[in-house]
């Protein structure tokens, strides 16, 4: 995509998916101005390291002080100091938009600090790594990825579209649903497999000593791949379950009910049900890989 996206963006958080969106940037709109803000001077001094902004600073309302698009990339705990310290920055039609993985606590925090005149569009970029600070961006993160925007009701469709442009020129493929759909989806597609890796780690790791270094040293790619995603930002996960507790509990009932009659047909040796089921999720598997998910 050729053209500047926008004039000047600030970016407050400057981990993985910040630091990707601005590598992302100067790919692909490299006159856009980047600020990138964080808490952590060493973060700071990474960042002006890998050349990925224009300028940095740990205030967040110096960096969203003229600002075309203001971009929250911070675990979601500090959506709402946030939102008060830049709201008084914020210009007359700047965009404020976010990455988080829990929409209604994005709005619940946001939205009442949104000045008259800003847009805001909440929205989530799902793409990740289990890797975290600015050295694990890369540009590629994004490609043929989804991004979900949840607007509310009231935001006008040009600043929506506007930030749906971006994701695309990133390589996204951008939807639109409501906050509380998303995190009933998100619950399961993505909240609910952290929580399980998270406990199968926990678990290996309160075995008696002798068994548990046998684990981790004969670790087959199943087990692997639970501690690849067990490693996942622990601040930024705490955060998810803590804000997406509804849906993420309702969810969690739902898989201990299937697990316990799991748990019943291999107790009484019901072949037939068991195969029926792994049946079913190949299928399930070979879907998301025709859909490029993999």
């Keep these: 995509?050729?053209?500047?996206?926008?004039?000047?963006?600030?970016?407050?958080?400057?981990?993985?998916?910040?630091?990707?969106?601005?590598?992302?940037?100067?790919?692909?709109?490299?006159?856009?101005?980047?600020?990138?803000?964080?808490?952590?001077?060493?973060?700071?001094?990474?960042?002006?390291?890998?050349?990925?902004?224009?300028?940095?600073?740990?205030?967040?309302?110096?960096?969203?002080?003229?600002?075309d698009l203001v971009v929250i990339a911070t675990p979601l705990s500090a959506y709402a100091e946030l939102g008060e310290r830049i709201a008084p920055v914020l210009k007359n039609h700047a965009i404020l938009?976010?990455?988080?993985?829990?929409?209604?606590?994005?709005?619940?925090?946001?939205?009442?600090?949104?000045?008259?005149?800003?847009?805001?569009?909440?929205?989530?970029?799902?793409?990740?790594?289990?890797?975290?600070?600015?050295?694990?961006?890369?540009?590629?993160?994004?490609?043929?990825?989804?991004?979900?925007?949840?607007?509310?009701?009231?935001?006008?469709?040009?600043?929506?579209?506007?930030?749906?442009?971006?994701?695309?020129?990133?390589g996204m493929h951008v939807?639109?649903?409501?906050?509380?759909?998303?995190?009933?989806?998100?619950?399961?597609?993505?909240?609910?497999?952290?929580?399980?890796?998270?406990?199968?780690?926990?678990?290996?790791t309160n075995l008696e000593e002798s068994l548990k270094s046998e684990v981790i040293e004969f670790s087959a790619s199943g087990f692997r791949d639970f501690t690849r995603i067990a490693a996942s930002d622990p601040v930024m996960w705490r955060d998810i379950f803590l804000n997406n507790r509804e849906a993420v509990l309702e969810i969690v009932q739902r898989f201990t009910e299937d697990l316990t009659a799991l748990q019943r047909a291999i107790r009484w040796g019901e072949g037939d049900k068991l195969q029926e089921l792994f049946t079913r999720t190949r299928e399930i598997r070979r879907s998301i890989i025709e859909a490029k998910q993999a």
């Excluded at 289990?130 to 043929?144: C, I, K, T, V, Y």
Aim: charged fraction near 20%; hydrophobic fraction near 45%.
């Design 1 to 67: 995509m050729s053209g500047k996206l926008f004039n000047k963006v600030a970016l407050i958080g400057i981990g993985l998916i910040g630091s990707s969106l601005a590598r992302a940037f100067r790919r692909e709109s490299p006159e856009t101005e980047i600020i990138a803000c964080a808490r952590r001077a060493e973060t700071l001094a990474a960042v002006r390291r890998l050349a990925i902004a224009d300028a940095t600073t740990r205030d967040p309302a110096q960096a969203a002080a003229d600002a």
């Design 97 to 170: 938009t976010d990455v988080g993985s829990v929409k209604q606590a994005v709005i619940r925090d946001l939205q009442p600090h949104v000045p008259s005149g800003v847009h805001f569009v909440p929205g989530h970029p799902v793409a990740g790594t289990e890797h975290s600070g600015p050295e694990s961006g890369f540009a590629e993160l994004f490609r043929d990825r989804w991004c979900i925007l949840t607007p509310p009701p009231e935001t006008a469709p040009e600043p929506v579209a506007a930030v749906g442009r971006m994701w695309e020129s990133f």
């Design 175 to 204: 939807v639109t649903m409501s906050a509380d759909h998303h995190d009933k989806v998100l619950a399961m597609t993505s909240h609910l497999p952290h929580l399980i890796a998270y406990t199968i780690v926990g678990t290996a």
